[in-house]
């Protein structure tokens, strides 16, 4: 039985094909800071003991067939720093509990397809030690909160694939003034883009395709492409490689375009 390894710290068996299911024992080690269980054919849930690995700074469990809701429990994990949960079938909303991961710079959880609800504004506050946010490839339907501005050590964003609507808020867009990549593709955002974008100077590359946008990509964001680092700046375009007369947003230095 795992669970009798007390004394263990590190539990390495990626990519090996495993099957069957996480075993709940597995909470039992108290002193481990390393799992990695990812690149598997584990099934079934997340056992919720897993949130008694207190001591756990890396936690890997992608590319699994797991399915269920993410445990609340989760958030007891006060010491990980890295977590990924991505492309498995993960289902239900986002516990608002896992703000308590102040630690938490790397968080992966894209792919999952069944993930829905909303984005938890109390993230914003709890989670801003993230530097490397994927949300990308579900079915979140909500508005981007303003508090998620607080998450100042953010680097690259990815909430392409959802279903998000309203506005890019200027607040949140303030608040990631060292942003390097964000994409925000293929939802259903609206509006203008905030000229406060302008500020972003280490930004590289930014996906606005697939969304509601309009007016024009302000000009204090165009500047970043010729003044800053800003090389990848994509708007949807038509088949010939022009301006795509269904897309509202008016694009005049955007480097590539997407669709047709």
């Known amino acids: 039985d795992v669970g009798q390894m007390t ?23 108290v002193n481990l800071e390393t799992l990695y269980l990812d690149s598997n054919e584990l099934e079934g849930t997340i056992p919720s ?30 010491q990980v720093e ?26 992966h959880l894209h792919d999952n397809g069944l993930l829905t609800g909303s984005l938890p504004p109390s993230w914003g506050s709890g989670m801003n030690s993230l530097r490397h946010l994927y949300l990308d490839g579900n079915a979140f ?39 390097k990549r964000i994409s925000v593709a293929d939802n259903r955002l609206s509006g203008t883009i905030p000229t406060t974008m302008g500020n972003m100077r280490k930004l590289e590359a930014l996906a606005l395709q697939g969304n509601d946008f309009t007016g024009s990509v302000p000009d204090e964001l165009c500047a970043l492409v010729t003044t800053a680092a800003l090389n990848e700046l994509t708007v949807r375009c038509g088949e010939a490689g022009g301006h795509d007369a269904d897309e509202p947003l008016r694009c005049s230095c955007c480097t590539a375009c997407h669709g047709g």
């Open 141 to 179: 339907a909500s508005t981007i909160p303003t508090e998620w501005g607080e998450m100042t050590a953010l680097t690259q964003i990815y909430l392409n694939g959802n279903d998000l609507t309203g506005i890019l808020p200027q607040e949140v867009m303030e608040g990631w003034a060292d942003v």
């Open 49 to 78: 003991a897993l949130g008694g690995l207190d001591q756990v700074v890396d936690l890997r469990l992608g590319n699994n067939d797991l399915t269920g809701p993410i445990p609340s429990t989760l958030g007891a994990l006060r």
């Open 82 to 107: 890295v977590l990924y949960l991505n492309s498995n079938r993960l289902s239900g909303t986002l516990p608002p509990s896992l703000s308590q991961l102040r630690r938490l710079q790397e968080f």
């Open 7 to 29: 004394r263990m710290t590190e539990l390495s068996l990626f990519g090996n094909m495993l099957r069957g299911t996480v075993p709940s024992t597995i909470g039992r080690l």
